[in-house]
């Protein structure tokens, strides 16, 4: 069974940095996208970074230059490092992992996601 576990958020002052952390556990497959969405009340879930199993990794706009995805292989782990945290970066952050690659931000290619972890940033 395929489990991801998110942990890391908090509340935190704007222009400060946090990083979330996703253990990954039972995943099954050598390829992989593994990813960050997030999403606020009453939006829809946004993507932010993903990473795939070649290391290429890929950007929301909003984003690129603040936050970097990263995985640790020894201990099945996803990070994401954000930097610079605004008040529109506050949301509930989810990892997700999906067997398939090159496919960015498409939740419907996502089969398997954690329970989500909150971050609220303040100004």
């Known amino acids: 069974q395929v489990q991801l576990v998110e942990s890391g958020g908090g509340s935190v002052q704007a222009g400060v940095s946090l990083r979330l952390s996703c253990v990954v556990s039972g995943y099954p497959y050598s390829s992989y996208s593994m990813a960050w969405f997030r999403q606020s009340p009453g939006t829809e879930r946004e993507g932010v970074a993903v990473?795939?199993?070649?290391?290429?990794?890929s950007y929301a706009d909003s984003v690129k230059g603040r936050f970097t995805i990263s995985k640790d292989y020894g201990k099945d782990t996803l990070y994401l490092q954000m930097n610079s945290l605004k008040p529109e970066d506050a949301a509930i952050y989810y990892c997700?992992?999906?067997?398939?690659?090159?496919?960015?931000?498409?939740?419907?290619?996502?089969?398997?996601w954690g329970q989500g972890t909150q971050v609220t940033v303040s100004s």
């Open positions: 997700a992992a999906s067997p398939y690659i090159r496919i960015g931000f498409d939740t419907a290619f996502y089969n398997y």
């Open positions: 990473i795939e199993s070649d290391g290429s990794t």
